[in-house]
């Protein structure tokens, strides 16, 4: 309990303090009025300090003087004090409230982007282009183009491939890498027929000729060759 001596000193020290709180000014008011008052006015330093967190003025410094009061203002403190700055949480009256939480966002991209993969998959499994497919993605699904045509305009890359299949002719349009619209007409060119896989005796041939010691020291030739065998046996 205060003593009874200390009342009217509370509640002139209080009058006194009001017109600064109504200006959101520093509670270090307080405490230089009424220097006697330590206890007290660490008690309403403290409060003060909270008041000021509940309302859209909030103290940016915390400031404890040698004597062990404890303020907290929007300046900062003066050289003598220990100084902390403070750091307020999210969701306060300066802050704009967030917006809807970042994990949903991400679970419905990842979602979208699932989906997205299974329709490639499937289309590249039937052999079929599809808006939004890489190029790569395109490449598995209807292999190397039969004809290029390539342009730069507006700073990104525009190519148009051109597919040879099955009696028809089929144009895929690219922008950086990615399709991004599909004709597929009737007639056109058809697939050239693959070559026949090399029988064995030609894959011994190219063994002998790798082997043969006036090629040992031709080592462009030596690459070539091996290219060949490589080649063949992965055909058969």
Not at 84 to 101: D, F
């Amino acid at each position: 309990m205060w003593p009874r001596r200390s009342a009217w000193a509370r509640l002139d020290a209080m009058r006194r303090l009001m017109p600064a709180l109504q200006q959101a000014k520093p509670v270090r008011a307080f405490v230089k009025a009424c220097p006697h008052q330590r206890q007290w006015a660490k008690l309403v330093a403290l409060a003060c300090g909270a008041l000021l967190f509940s309302t859209g003025v909030q103290a940016q410094y915390k400031c404890k003087s040698a004597d062990g009061a404890v303020t907290f203002q929007q300046t900062p403190c003066a050289a003598s004090e220990q100084q902390e700055r403070l750091r307020h949480a999210a969701g306060s009256a300066s802050e704009p409230a967030s917006g809807p939480p970042k994990d949903g966002q991400s679970a419905q991209a990842k979602l979208v982007e699932l989906e997205r993969r299974l329709r490639i998959r499937e289309a590249i499994n039937v052999g079929r282009p599809m808006v939004g497919m890489t190029q790569d993605e395109l490449s598995q699904a209807l292999g190397s183009p039969d004809r290029t045509n390539t342009g730069q305009y507006g700073g990104s890359q525009q190519d148009q491939l051109i597919y040879y299949r099955n009696g028809r002719t089929v144009y895929v349009y690219t922008r950086d890498g990615v399709v991004t619209a599909i004709q597929d007409q009737d007639g056109g060119k058809s697939a050239a027929p693959p070559k026949p896989c090399p029988s064995a005796r030609e894959i011994r041939d190219i063994e002998m000729d790798i082997s043969k010691i006036a090629n040992r020291d031709n080592p462009q030739l030596q690459a070539e060759l091996h290219k060949r065998l490589h080649d063949a046996k992965a055909c058969r």
